[in-house]
């Protein structure tokens, strides 16, 4: 069976170029590159020519990047940071759909005793941005943002955010992993202090990642130890994930105009069938949103259980919602928005990439609609082709889900 990848904003794929550049580093180029001698002068070498890159990916100067273990750890350096070298503000703004890495350490935050402010978003998972503009104090120490929604693509209009913060002098960060790659980004003269993207989402591997600092900016270490990266995060450089971050940002630069064409237009394609089944939808404005990603919801079925149909027939495609026992909840991030809970429910996320193929969306589309007929068949919502209507069944509330049970 053919694997059909339409889930590469949960990880995607080492491109091989990446991997062969890499592979030097573990056995002939094995030298600390802080050390004096020749191995160690020659990673040195090649470490400020992977650093140039990924500057270049993003319009940076190489001394703003500070190379992390992932996205995850970026976001915590830049929250810890913000807070650190501020340390009379104790308000914090964010939204309503950040990623996780965002979100549970700002609810740590806030028992901690700082004050948060989650800004809402409206039915298209755009931002509020007048419900923003109230809420930045003199005691704001930062406004943390996704750049793009992992679960629905929809863009924030950072730049715009990053403007009003600098104004007001508050320190503005955005989280761009799903950012980088899909949409241009040139920093220089741009108005955000911070952003953190991540090695894996680029083709490049897990286990990497970077922060961009902007020049000026006061930082506070989130990793104390050595010398290494200016002293802006302790521990010796993982050398070849590096190395392959920075082949992958050159990638990624040449393959922007195919992300924005080629593969856009796959994903329009594949929305565009999808949509032909009935009582389906599109969750997320459709206009200001990543090129690779489609958030659909069919309705009166459950997400899980269209993901282990799909898997069964080849296709790697994520859940919005996670319906586990004891947490009987769609998507916070579908939440926000508002969509009702019979289709966050049924919501899958479909995120396409450079290695997709006509021939994947062909064949997803013949495969889509028996999938979904099949579970509605089985679905206590959906009788005689239809919806079941004034159903007493619709609440997500009080453990009576009847979607998940
Ligand atoms: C994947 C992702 C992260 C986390 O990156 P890791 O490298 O897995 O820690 C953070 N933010 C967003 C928006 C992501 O998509």
Known sequence: MKTIYFDNNATTQVDPKVLEAMLPYFQESYGNPSSMHHKGGEVAAALREARKRLADLLGADPAEIIYTSCGTESDNTAMWSALRTQPDKRHLITSRVEHSAIINN??????????????????????????????????????TLLWANNETGVLFPIEEVGALCREKNIVFHTDAVQAVGKIPINLKNSPIDMLSLAGHKIHAPKGIGALYVRKGLKFSPFMIGGHQENGRRGGTENVPYIIGLGVAAKLALERLPEENTRVKGLRDRLEEGLLQIPYTMVNGNRTFRLPNTTNVSFEYIEGESILFHLSHAGICASSGSACTSGSLEPSHVLRAMGVPFTAAHGSIRLSLGVGNTEADVDEALKIFPAVVQKLRDLSPFWKDNGPVQESSLLSCEGNSCQICN
């Open 106 to 143: 700002a609810a740590f935050l806030k028992r901690l005793g700082y004050r948060i402010t989650e800004v809402g978003v409206d039915r298209e998972g755009l931002l509020d941005l007048e419900q923003l503009k109230t809420a930045l104090t003199p005691d704001t120490a930062l406004v």
